[in-house]
């Protein structure tokens, strides 16, 4: 978190819907961790200080990258799938091809592995009330790697490491200042409804 600056908590049920987006006023970050026994060092793939946030009822925020923030040349398109928004539309989604297979590669995506499937998102044509989000990466809080394997990327909000929001197909990004209250937060056992 910011030196000396003390952030009021938020109630993810308190957010509109249709979502907000909002302008982030502090920094966001997502790090790539390697495997410890490929000797490579943490990349930082992500880092931006002018991301979008979009604030949906019950659930944690999911936050957009501008593309110029994002370290592009480690991702390539995934055939996995897409999925739709009503709000924001038809979402296509990326590998993360991690830097030190890439360099093992001489930088040749296509016959690099990647070591994250499908796990950022992008809306190539987004409708009009996400215009804005409009060839922004969002990165789920959580790969889903085997960190000693693959390795992992960690998500950072302000300094402070996030957690994935419960579940495994929202993107929210979970930390100390949002909260779902006594209800709590979309996304696990029981929250499909809401």
Request: a neutral charge.
């Amino acid at each position: 978190m910011s030196k000396g600056l003390a952030r009021t908590v938020e109630n993810v049920w308190q957010y509109p819907r249709p979502p907000a987006l909002e302008r982030v006023p502090y920094n966001l970050k997502v790090i790539w961790q390697p495997p410890p026994q490929s000797g490579a060092s943490p990349v930082t793939v992500a880092d931006s200080n002018h991301a979008w946030a979009v604030k949906e009822t019950s659930h944690p925020p999911t936050y957009y990258f501008p593309p110029g923030d994002v370290r592009t040349e480690f991702l390539r398109e995934s055939r996995a799938r897409h999925t739709m928004c009503e709000w924001k539309g038809v979402a296509h989604y990326w590998d993360l091809i991690a830097p030190e297979h890439l360099a093992a590669k001489g930088g040749d995506k296509a016959s690099a592995e990647p070591a994250v499937k499908a796990r950022i998102w992008s809306y190539p044509s987004p409708t009009p009330l996400a215009r804005d989000l409009q060839d922004h990466f969002c990165f789920y809080p959580s790969p889903q790697t085997d960190p000693a394997r693959v390795g992992t990327w960690e998500c950072f909000a302000d300094g402070e490491k996030v957690q994935a929001q419960e579940g495994n197909f929202y993107g929210g990004w979970v930390n100390s200042w949002i909260s779902g209250g006594q209800k709590g937060m979309k996304g696990g056992p029981g929250t499909w409804g809401w």
